[in-house]
């Protein structure tokens, strides 16, 4: 009756959850208040669910091992690295990825690695923690 679906409803049904649950118990009135009281150790977060395997999230750079070849400009389709000439080095905009890999992928020396972090929602695409150099 299932068919190729049953695997899938089977894991559902036993395993965990896929998406994070809600960070807090119940919804807050004021999360400020509410954040002020995890700092004191008054109330817990529920975390985040591990990501699985090859998960691609937030672009990491070690600009010290970059050669400057600029190759993972030409495979980036929406533009998000840009060529600093006068050092030879990248800057990624994070705001303007598709976390597709691609620079990852063809970087000769293995400077660009894609993390675990995905809490990188603002509303700023230029805000520091949305520019990787
Ligand atoms: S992961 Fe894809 S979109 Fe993001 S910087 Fe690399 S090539 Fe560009
Ligand atoms: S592909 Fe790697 S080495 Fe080449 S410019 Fe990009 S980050 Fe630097």
Redesign the pocket.
């Known amino acids: 009756m299932f068919g190729p679906l049953a695997g899938e409803l089977i894991k559902q049904m036993v395993g965990g959850p896929d998406t994070n649950l809600f960070p807090a118990p119940y919804a807050p009135d004021s999360v400020t208040e509410f954040l002020a009281k995890v700092e004191k150790g008054e109330a817990k977060l529920i975390p985040p669910i591990k990501t699985p395997d090859k998960f691609?999230g937030k672009?990491m750079y070690e600009r010290d091992k970059c050669i400057g070849c600029q190759l993972?400009i030409k495979?980036?389709?929406?533009g998000?690295?840009e060529f600093i000439k006068e050092e030879k080095k990248i800057k990624?905009y994070?705001s303007?990825?598709?976390?597709?890999?691609?620079?990852?992928d063809i970087c000769p020396v293995h400077c660009?690695h894609?993390s675990e972090d995905f809490l990188i929602a603002d509303y700023d695409p230029y805000a520091p923690n949305l520019m990787v150099k």
């Open positions: 691609r672009i993972c495979v980036c389709s929406p998000a690295i990624i994070v303007r990825c598709i976390f597709c890999s691609q620079c990852n660009l894609m």
